[in-house]
Nanobody, 121 residues
Framework: QVQLVESGGGLVQPGGSLRLSCATSGRIFMIYNMVWYRQAPGQQRELVALITRDGNTNYADSVKGRFTISRDNAVNTVFLQMNTLKPEDTAVYYC???????????????WGQGTQVTVSS
């Protein structure tokens, strides 16, 4: 059974930094795109940053220049470095990955349980 576990969330003051991690475990043959989403109270879940297996990245306009997504394929982990945090970055951050569990299987999306990020003075 594939699992994604996020860590690194917490309370930070405006202008501060946090680094989120998402570790995967279980039966994994290949991981394709890895994505960070976030959902603030009363709002829809939105894409924050995406990284392909080859390292190509894409970011929401609201985080460009402040957030950096990266991955370590050797340990099947994705990271999100968040700098110059703003109160509007407050949300639950979710990790998502497109994973093929074994050779011959179709890939599908897997989600983590989320980690809370709160930016407040």
């Amino acid at each position: 059974q594939v699992q994604l576990v996020e860590s690194g969330g917490g309370l930070v003051q405006p202008g501060g930094s946090l680094r989120l991690s998402c570790a995967t475990s279980g039966r994994i043959f290949m991981i394709y795109n890895m994505v960070w989403y976030r959902q603030a109270p009363g709002q829809q879940r939105e894409l924050v940053a995406l990284i392909t297996r080859d390292g190509n990245t894409n970011y929401a306009d609201s985080v460009k220049g402040r957030f950096t997504i990266s991955r370590d394929n050797a340990v099947n982990t994705v990271f999100l470095q968040m700098n110059t945090l703003k109160p509007e970055d407050t949300a639950v951050y979710y990790c998502n990955a497109d994973i093929r569990p074994f050779l011959g299987a179709r890939s599908r999306d897997y989600w983590g349980q989320g980690t809370q990020v709160t930016v407040s003075s």
